[in-house]
T-cell receptor, first 115, second 112 residues
Framework: DSGVTQTPKHLITATGQRVTLRCSPR?????VYWYQQSLDQGLQFLIQ???????AKGNILERFSAQQFPDLHSELNLSSLELGDSALYFC??????????????FGPGTRLTVL | GQQVMQIPQYQHVQEGEDFTTYCNSS?????IQWYKQRPGGHPVFLIQ?????EVKKQKRLTFQFGEAKKNSSLHITATQTTDVGTYFC????????????FGKGTKLSVIP
């Protein structure tokens, strides 16, 4: 158990819909990262938040957005869903120590199926 | 941007055989990390290498960081069925970046 929690575990929805994925980082971790993993694909970095502010952006679609709240939990919003958005979405957290790339602790993931 | 290439994409080995996966970066890395993802699971941190030429061992796993800090390898001696999974290397997305760029991973299957 990494200490990172994600809800829901599974999500099935229809094209055109909007969903929200939730992540709670490990206690003490200030940074949250979101990744997308499609079938047999690597981990595609979407976005990073640090202490409530956006820190880095990857290949995140305009239909997707995220935020980190004062209690440090984060939400990833996916809208106008398409079939191709079906994937595993992982959240990871880290402390963010200056001068190095920290270990990232991954949550169990949310499996999104768009029908 | 910085890219991390990993080979092979898939590897099937007989239980007891050795296994190696290689990671190459287009740029010099300040450090490299390795993660393992079991089937149906999430990536789990294995190790971080920081120094040029560094070699670290974890039981049957040996991790190396190249002298030029642009490549790395993970070698597993005498594979077991518990080694099944996908092994990812990851390096900083850029100088001073806290973001990681992951390789596409090597999926290891072990035939008992």
């Amino acid at each position: 158990d990494s200490g990172v929690t994600q809800t829901p575990k599974h999500l099935i929805t229809a094209t055109g819909q909007r969903v929200t994925l939730r992540c709670s980082p490990r206690s003490g971790d200030l940074s949250v990262y979101w990744y997308q993993q499609s079938l047999d694909q690597g981990l595609q970095f979407l976005i990073q938040y640090y202490n409530g502010e956006e820190r880095a952006k990857g290949n995140i679609l305009e239909r997707f957005s995220a935020q980190q709240f004062p209690d440090l939990h984060s939400e990833l919003n996916l809208s106008s869903l398409e079939l191709g958005d079906s994937a595993l979405y992982f959240c990871a957290s880290s402390v963010v120590t200056s001068g190095t790339t920290d270990t990232q602790y991954f949550g169990p993931g949310t499996r999104l199926t768009v029908l | 941007g910085q890219q991390v290439m990993q080979i092979p994409q898939y590897q099937h080995v007989q239980e007891g055989e050795d296994f190696t996966t290689y990671c190459n970066s287009s740029t010099t890395l300040s450090n490299i990390q390795w993660y393992k993802q079991r089937p149906g699971g999430h990536p789990v941190f294995l190790i971080q290498l920081v120094k040029s030429g560094e070699v670290k061992k974890q039981k049957r796993l040996t991790f190396q960081f190249g002298e030029a800090k642009k490549n790395s390898s993970l070698h597993i001696t005498a594979t077991q069925t518990t080694d099944v999974g996908t092994y990812f290397c990851a390096g900083p997305a850029g100088a001073g970046s806290y973001q990681l760029t992951f390789g596409k991973g090597t999926k290891l299957s072990v035939i008992p």
